[in-house]
């Protein structure tokens, strides 16, 4: 039985990673070195007790909760830089090694079958399960080399407070979590005929368990051990040490792999265990437009982050209540965050708010242009030129696509937090305010939008350079501040230029300029697209 | 009247050289074949006659405008069918046969429907779903069910079945009789035979041969079986004899088309027994053609 499983699992792990190998290492190096540099750049932060304890404040809130997991105790804070740390650090760690695991999986489980690479290496001589297997094994070496790699290097840079055994856990349970995303992608694979439905099913389901967690730690603690996200902030690193939350991730990862060893057992290959619909005889006059065709084929995903959206900042929303009481009840917290005594901290809240969900906005208004370019690789863009439709009027309605799904997102995001927030806040944020701190973003994204079809249409070998830059972004938003970057580095990314509504006030100026650049890059990109070769 | 002509045609990714200097010209109500081995430039020339690929050099032009500049234009009145068709996959058949013709400007649904009935096609599948001579079905219906002047085929038959390919020979035929062009780009030479009125054979980004079959087979040999009274001297010195062969008393082998007048009137001098020929087969001509000159000389110098 071992031969007619496994056979030549040992030659298709070292294929498998040497076709991954350059993802595997980008991911671990950034995610090392983003850890590292965040860590190192602590005790200079929060040098002594009292600059600690005033931070602890600020973090001991339902937003801070919600957003980050459920946090230390005071006392921990002002013991250990590292509780600090791990508190603001942890979850998003996990959730980027979450996304790793997924995409890895992914790619080497149901895209490779949905293209036919392992229906070419079924038919050598090899087990049913190897190249199922070959792929596990890189995820888990990758996750456990990430795990070794951050716990030693946290332990060797010797900060007060990030001490070894609390590094070697940080570093467990990243690669844990990673495991449990690993293992549950696994299981979509089976579950989905196609790569597209793979990745969106285990994406939801990081959301959800981002979701469950957040609603848990704040309000119900029971609710947050059915998120395995729950697990992962309640480690306690660099105070309790608590290594329970990383034997149940583990545990978890294993049995959930081993459901999907015995799907995948027992499936013919390229099948599903979710059966695809009949389709229609013919196409609507919806389809049969330039636009209406582009969309179709991108509906579901653009549904899926319009709902993932929606629930997102309906639950910052939610927790915008629980914030204000509790601001309420501790009048001096004032004095800690800037009191600019027009704006309610709430309202303050509100603008680092807007700016991350923008930035997530941002993300499947690139994807709708991008589509074009992974239509080219896939061959699919000779349907429309060698027919009689203008490269003009497709890329046109790839970019009016994207134009109209970021203002779907922006609205999705500012009804989210003002329906929601409006039922439990004793002073509601007013419609207009949260609207316009949403809509402020729109110019911001139509630049790097309009930057997208510049790669497509210019250096289409280059498009993938716009996810280096939307990560750029976030971490100037997320950790601008917190490293002291100087300010040509915050001035590098453009959602530096928007100004925070309501505390600063709108500049039409900055609108407009934004505006016209977004214009200029898209013309250049039009321009080349009109002039290069397609490739298929 | 000149439909599609090419001049000077050349095309270079990075350093290598897929096109050099392609000339082509396909006529109206003409069924031009388009042969060539592996990787000759087949797809290459066509992708540029789509306006998909800038030639480095050289211009094209079909319906007397430029392949490059007029591109979506000239597609008004062309059908394209590629060797590998790829689809979206959660459309369904039925969907893409209809966007296809929409995007062709036409909408001939009784046309479609008649298609759809003689290519058995199920058009409510998912094209995911859709084996790869399926896929092949979408694009040749909606190809032929629009009123196109210039079909383009590039390997049009690859992964049909044989009765498929019949009904794709019938289409063929019929939009040539209806004063259509057809440019057909293929491996199976019985189907060029069958349908080309003109052939061009491209190899290595050159075009090396032109014409009609007939012309073309003027420049092949002609299979001889002969038995003589006397043996024959030095048979293998003359010229334009080729692929000796030997068997008891017959002599078999091949002579150039140009020289059979001077090698018939030699061999008769040594009283003929028995004298069979076969006509060149198409099969030897392309041979020749694709394998190159170096190569069937060595050929010739291995034999006997
Ligand atoms: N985008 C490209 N970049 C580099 N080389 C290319 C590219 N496209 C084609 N080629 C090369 O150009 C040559 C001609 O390819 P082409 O596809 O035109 O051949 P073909 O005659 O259609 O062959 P086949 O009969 O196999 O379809 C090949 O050597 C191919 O490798
Ligand atoms: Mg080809």
Same mark, same amino acid.
Request: hydrophobic residues 45%.
């Given at each position: 039985?071992?031969?007619?499983?496994?056979?030549?699992?040992?030659?298709?792990?070292?294929?498998?990673?040497?076709?991954?190998?350059?993802?595997?290492?980008?991911?671990?190096?950034?995610?090392?070195?983003?850890?590292?540099?965040?860590?190192?750049?602590?005790?200079?932060?929060?040098?002594?007790?009292?600059?600690?304890?005033?931070?602890?404040?600020?973090?001991?809130?339902?937003?801070?909760?919600?957003?980050?997991?459920?946090?230390?105790?005071?006392?921990?804070?002002?013991?250990?830089?590292?509780?600090?740390?791990?508190?603001?650090?942890?979850?998003?760690?996990?959730?980027?090694?979450?996304?790793?695991?997924?995409?890895?999986?992914?790619?080497?489980?149901?895209?490779?079958?949905?293209?036919?690479?392992?229906?070419?290496?079924?038919?050598?001589?090899?087990?049913?399960?190897?190249?199922?297997?070959?792929?596990?094994?890189?995820?888990?070496?990758?996750?456990?080399?990430?795990?070794?790699?951050?716990?030693?290097?946290?332990?060797?840079?010797?900060?007060?407070?990030?001490?070894?055994?609390?590094?070697?856990?940080?570093?467990?349970?990243?690669?844990?979590?990673?495991?449990?995303?690993?293992?549950?992608?696994?299981?979509?694979?089976?579950?989905?005929?196609?790569?597209?439905?793979?990745?969106?099913?285990?994406?939801?389901?990081?959301?959800?368990?981002?979701?469950?967690?957040?609603?848990?730690?704040?309000?119900?603690?029971?609710?947050?051990?059915?998120?395995?996200?729950?697990?992962?902030?309640?480690?306690?690193?660099?105070?309790?040490?608590?290594?329970?939350?990383?034997?149940?991730?583990?545990?978890?990862?294993?049995?959930?792999?081993?459901?999907?060893?015995?799907?995948?057992?027992?499936?013919?290959?390229?099948?599903?265990?979710?059966?695809?619909?009949?389709?229609?005889?013919?196409?609507?006059?919806?389809?049969?437009?330039?636009?209406?065709?582009?969309?179709?084929?991108?509906?579901?995903?653009?549904?899926?982050?319009?709902?993932?959206?929606?629930?997102?900042?309906?639950?910052?929303?939610?927790?915008?209540?629980?914030?204000?009481?509790?601001?309420?009840?501790?009048?001096?917290?004032?004095?800690?965050?800037?009191?600019?005594?027009?704006?309610?901290?709430?309202?303050?809240?509100?603008?680092?708010?807007?700016?991350?969900?923008?930035?997530?906005?941002?993300?499947?208004?690139?994807?709708?242009?991008?589509?074009?370019?992974?239509?080219?690789?896939?061959?699919?863009?000779?349907?429309?030129?060698?027919?009689?439709?203008?490269?003009?009027?497709?890329?046109?309605?790839?970019?009016?696509?994207?134009?109209?799904?970021?203002?779907?997102?922006?609205?999705?995001?500012?009804?989210?937090?003002?329906?929601?927030?409006?039922?439990?806040?004793?002073?509601?944020?007013?419609?207009?305010?949260?609207?316009?701190?949403?809509?402020?973003?729109?110019?911001?994204?139509?630049?790097?939008?309009?930057?997208?079809?510049?790669?497509?249409?210019?250096?289409?070998?280059?498009?993938?350079?716009?996810?280096?830059?939307?990560?750029?972004?976030?971490?100037?938003?997320?950790?601008?501040?917190?490293?002291?970057?100087?300010?040509?580095?915050?001035?590098?990314?453009?959602?530096?230029?928007?100004?925070?509504?309501?505390?600063?006030?709108?500049?039409?100026?900055?609108?407009?300029?934004?505006?016209?650049?977004?214009?200029?890059?898209?013309?250049?990109?039009?321009?080349?697209?009109?002039?290069?070769?397609?490739?298929? | 009247?000149?439909?599609?002509?090419?001049?000077?045609?050349?095309?270079?990714?990075?350093?290598?050289?897929?096109?050099?200097?392609?000339?082509?010209?396909?006529?109206?109500?003409?069924?031009?074949?388009?042969?060539?081995?592996?990787?000759?430039?087949?797809?290459?020339?066509?992708?540029?006659?789509?306006?998909?690929?800038?030639?480095?050099?050289?211009?094209?032009?079909?319906?007397?405008?430029?392949?490059?500049?007029?591109?979506?234009?000239?597609?008004?009145?062309?059908?394209?069918?590629?060797?590998?068709?790829?689809?979206?996959?959660?459309?369904?058949?039925?969907?893409?046969?209809?966007?296809?013709?929409?995007? #062709?400007?036409?909408?001939?649904?009784?046309?479609?429907?008649?298609?759809?009935?003689?290519? #058995?096609?199920?058009?409510?599948?998912?094209?995911?779903?859709?084996?790869?001579?399926?896929?092949?079905?979408?694009?040749?219906?909606?190809?032929?069910?629009?009123?196109?002047?210039?079909?383009?085929?590039?390997?049009?038959?690859?992964?049909?079945?044989?009765?498929?390919?019949?009904?794709?020979?019938?289409?063929?035929?019929?939009?040539?009789?209806?004063?259509?062009?057809?440019?057909?780009?293929?491996?199976?030479?019985?189907?060029?035979?069958?349908?080309?009125?003109?052939?061009?054979?491209?190899?290595?980004?050159?075009?090396?041969?032109?014409?009609?079959?007939?012309?073309?087979?003027?420049?092949?040999?002609?299979?001889?079986?002969?038995?003589?009274?006397?043996?024959?001297?030095?048979?293998?010195?003359?010229?334009?004899?080729?692929?000796?062969?030997?068997?008891?008393?017959?002599?078999?082998?091949?002579?150039?088309?140009?020289?059979?007048?001077?090698?018939?009137?030699?061999?008769?001098?040594?009283?003929?027994?028995?004298?069979?020929?076969?006509?060149?087969?198409?099969?030897?001509?392309?041979?020749?053609?694709?394998?190159?000159?170096?190569?069937?000389?060595?050929?010739?110098?291995?034999?006997?």
């Amino acid at each position: 039985m071992g031969t007619q499983y496994f056979k030549g699992t040992k030659t298709l792990t070292r294929f498998i990673f040497r076709q991954q190998r350059f993802k595997i290492l980008v991911w671990l190096i950034s995610l090392t070195v983003i850890t590292l540099s965040v860590a190192a750049a602590y005790p200079s932060i929060y040098k002594d007790e009292q600059s600690r304890q005033a931070a602890s404040f600020t973090m001991d809130n339902p937003a801070m909760i919600a957003m980050l997991g459920p946090g230390y105790e005071i006392d921990e804070y002002v013991n250990s830089v590292g509780a600090m740390f791990a508190n603001e650090m942890l979850l998003f760690t996990a959730i980027a090694v979450g996304i790793m695991s997924i995409l890895l999986v992914g790619r080497t489980t149901r895209a490779d079958e949905e293209d036919g690479r392992i229906e070419m290496i079924r038919a050598l001589s090899v087990g049913r399960l190897s190249y199922a297997s070959a792929a596990m094994i890189v995820i888990v070496s990758t996750n456990i080399l990430l795990a070794v790699l951050i716990g030693v290097g946290l332990a060797s840079l010797g900060i007060e407070g990030i001490g070894v055994e609390g590094s070697f856990l940080y570093g467990a349970i990243l690669g844990a979590t990673g495991l449990v995303f690993a293992a549950l992608t696994a299981i979509f694979a089976q579950a989905s005929e196609t790569s597209r439905g793979t990745t969106m099913f285990s994406f939801m389901a990081l959301i959800i368990a981002y979701l469950i967690r957040a609603i848990g730690d704040v309000s119900s603690e029971a609710l947050s051990w059915l998120s395995p996200l729950g697990w992962t902030v309640r480690t306690g690193v660099f105070a309790g040490n608590d290594w329970w939350p990383v034997i149940v991730s583990f545990v978890f990862a294993l049995v959930v792999g081993f459901v999907a060893f015995y799907l995948q057992s027992i499936r013919d290959l390229g099948s599903g265990f979710i059966a695809a619909r009949k389709g229609r005889k013919n196409a609507s006059a919806f389809l049969q437009t330039s636009l209406g065709l582009t969309f179709r084929l991108q509906r579901t995903n653009i549904i899926a982050w319009a709902i993932g959206l929606f629930l997102l900042s309906s639950s910052f929303g939610a927790i915008l209540g629980d914030l204000e009481a509790y601001f309420a009840d501790i009048e001096f917290m004032e004095a800690f965050i800037e009191a600019e005594s027009d704006y309610s901290l709430t309202e303050q809240f509100l603008t680092l708010l807007m700016a991350i969900m923008s930035l997530i906005s941002l993300i499947p208004a690139v994807m709708v242009i991008l589509k074009l370019k992974g239509e080219e690789t896939k061959n699919l863009t000779e349907n429309f030129y060698s027919r009689a439709v203008s490269r003009t009027r497709v890329l046109g309605s790839h970019f009016f696509l994207a134009v109209v799904v970021s203002f779907i997102m922006q609205s999705l995001v500012a009804l989210g937090l003002w329906s929601v927030s409006g039922s439990v806040m004793d002073e509601p944020l007013s419609f207009v305010t949260t609207f316009s701190s949403a809509y402020v973003y729109l110019p911001a994204i139509w630049v790097v939008v309009a930057l997208t079809i510049l790669l497509v249409g210019a250096v289409p070998k280059l498009t993938g350079v716009v996810w280096l830059y939307v990560v750029y972004c976030f971490v100037v938003v997320y950790l601008g501040d917190l490293l002291d970057f100087p300010v040509w580095m915050n001035n590098l990314s453009v959602f530096s230029y928007i100004p925070q509504i309501p505390i600063d006030d709108m500049n039409v100026m900055t609108m407009g300029v934004l505006t016209l650049i977004a214009i200029g890059l898209s013309v250049i990109g039009f321009t080349g697209y009109n002039k290069r070769d397609i490739a298929g | 009247m000149t439909i599609l002509k090419a001049t000077h045609l050349t095309k270079k990714f990075g350093k290598f050289t897929a096109l050099d200097g392609v000339n082509m010209e396909v006529n109206e109500g003409e069924v031009y074949g388009f042969i060539g081995p592996n990787g000759a430039g087949k797809s290459t020339t066509i992708r540029i006659l789509l306006g998909m690929l800038k030639a480095t050099q050289g211009e094209a032009k079909i319906f007397g405008k430029d392949v490059w500049s007029d591109a979506v234009d000239i597609h008004k009145r062309i059908a394209y069918v590629p060797g590998d068709v790829n689809l979206w996959p959660t459309l369904s058949g039925g969907e893409v046969i209809d966007l296809f013709m929409k995007m #062709n400007g036409s909408t001939n649904y009784r046309k479609r429907e008649e298609l759809i009935e003689r290519f #058995n096609f199920d058009p409510t599948k998912k094209s995911r779903t859709y084996s790869k001579g399926n896929r092949q079905k979408v694009a040749l219906i909606a190809a032929f069910a629009s009123d196109a002047d210039l079909f383009i085929l590039d390997e049009p038959t690859s992964g049909l079945d044989p009765l498929m390919e019949h009904i794709f020979q019938e289409c063929v035929l019929e939009a040539k009789r209806a004063g259509k062009s057809v440019l057909l780009s293929s491996h199976i030479l019985s189907e060029v035979e069958k349908l080309c009125d003109r052939v061009g054979i491209i190899r290595q980004g050159k075009m090396i041969e032109t014409g009609t079959l007939d012309e073309l087979r003027h420049l092949t040999r002609t299979n001889l079986t002969i038995e003589t009274k006397e043996p024959i001297p030095s048979l293998k010195e003359r010229k334009g004899i080729h692929n000796i062969e030997k068997n008891d008393s017959a002599l078999t082998f091949q002579v150039d088309t140009e020289e059979m007048d001077a090698v018939i009137r030699y061999i008769s001098e040594f009283g003929i027994l028995k004298l069979e020929s076969a006509p060149p087969k198409l099969e030897d001509l392309f041979m020749r053609h694709y394998q190159g000159a170096e190569h069937s000389k060595s050929r010739v110098e291995g034999s006997l």
